[in-house]
């Protein structure tokens, strides 16, 4: 599965945190009723690769990895079952291995020469990281400019009531957010179907 059918199927992708594996499989299931099926899963906790492979035996699910910022993480998530990785940044020991063994990759850009890095490598879509703190949709909006070929999921920092605003920006695919995970699984769900009714 390519990154942009992965970014063109729903609206918001969940950053996920999760500590307990025990919570990785009823958060899942409650994402994808919801209508969110792309879950990023960040490499931030212990137990992330256990939380990937839980999540793997969702039906609908479409599980990937997140916070990727070293080539040995790349081996791990790819041997948990990751169908997609994301970086906060662009380095190519990150992205060499990830281009190599053929799998969606999302980095992480915060300006242009993270960009034309990033077209170096044969790459057209890129997480706009940290989204508020490095300029907003202004900033993004002017980097898109001379790179029209390029889609970005913007992340960091991106909320319900904003979202909208980012969404309604051609190059934008998606957006990622932390918001729609806390809470009892009837609550994720309620979060999720309102974050998967947000129009493009």
Known sequence: MTIQTIMRTSAVIPVLVVEDPAEARP??????RGGLRVLEV?????????VI???KRVDGAIV?????????????????????????????????PVIDANVAFLPGIAN???????????LEHFKFFPAEASGGLKALKALAAPFRQCRFCPTGGISEATAPEWLAF??????????????????IEAKAKKAAALAR
């Open 27 to 32: 958060m899942a299931e409650a994402l994808v």
């Open 112 to 122: 242009a020469g993270d960009i034309m890095r990033g077209l170096d490598l044969g």
């Open 64 to 96: 990937g990895a997140g916070t990727v910022v070293d080539a040995q993480q790349v081996t791990q998530v790819i041997d948990a079952g990751a169908e997609f990785i994301v970086s906060p940044g662009l380095t190519e020991t990150v992205a060499r």
């Open 170 to 187: 051609e190059p934008v695919l998606c957006v990622g957010g932390s918001w729609v995970a806390g809470g009892s699984a009837e609550e």
């Open 42 to 50: 960040t490499m931030r906790t212990d137990a992330a690769l256990d």
């Open 53 to 55: 492979r839980e999540m």
